[in-house]
């Protein structure tokens, strides 16, 4: 399993793996299971490529899912008729692997990172058929694979990290960065921003977390102690 992502009502719950396929499962069914002591049985899954589907991302309103895979594709997941429906092939969005995947609070835009060291941005269109992705503006700034996204709180800033240890801002509205910085010694894996916007963090392959001042890049702290790469990074809701 290489990804997950939870909806906003917390009901439904989207795994992606390493052979292509995306399943969503009830979090009630689950639930269920486990308290009868049985093993859960995945829902049946939505074979989207060849390859591993690296990135999942739900929108706010929780009625549609995007997924990023190996092909460097997106594709699209959507309520209709009492179901999840996949979309067609939504777009081809990377010349190599999509790493990550983010959605604006206000579902409008879908940020992708690859590795064809790009960040691409893809404004959402609804109709009868489903959801359509068309590209607006994209970054190149990093060097090597963009490996993780985070956006603020607003939507208004997005923060990508890279197997080039850069750390990198960007201004949604204008599509153009902010500012940018080394982060870490070696690859950069994930980036987390706090729900204030005031604080972004970082993990990387050097087992290291900082925190950074969002506005200046000041490193606030660095956290030590994890045993091997640093993959993951959340903020807890209150900071």
Known sequence: MRSLALSPDQQWLASGGDDGRVAIHSTEKLQERVTAEATPQLMPAFKVG???????????SGQWWVCGSNDGSLRVFWWKDNG?????????????????????????????????????????????????????????????????LALTADGSTVASVAYDGQLVLWDMGRG?????????????????????????????ADRLIYLWDLETGHCRATLSGNGGNVFGLEFHPDG
């Open 84 to 148: 999840w429906k996949p979309c067609q092939l939504v777009a081809r969005a990377h010349g190599f692997w999509v790493m990550a995947v983010v959605i604006t609070p206000d579902g409008k835009t879908v940020i992708s990172a690859g590795a064809d060291n790009r960040i691409q941005a893809w404004q959402v269109e609804h109709h009868e058929l489903g959801v359509t992705l068309t590209p607006t503006w994209s970054g190149n700034r990093h060097r090597f694979w963009v490996s993780g």
């Open 50 to 60: 060849s390859d591993w589907v690296r990135a999942i991302a739900v929108a706010p």
């Open 176 to 204: 153009e960065e902010i500012r940018h910085w080394q982060a870490h010694s070696s690859y950069g894996s994930c980036v987390a921003i706090a729900p204030d916007g005031k604080t972004v963090a970082t993990g990387g």
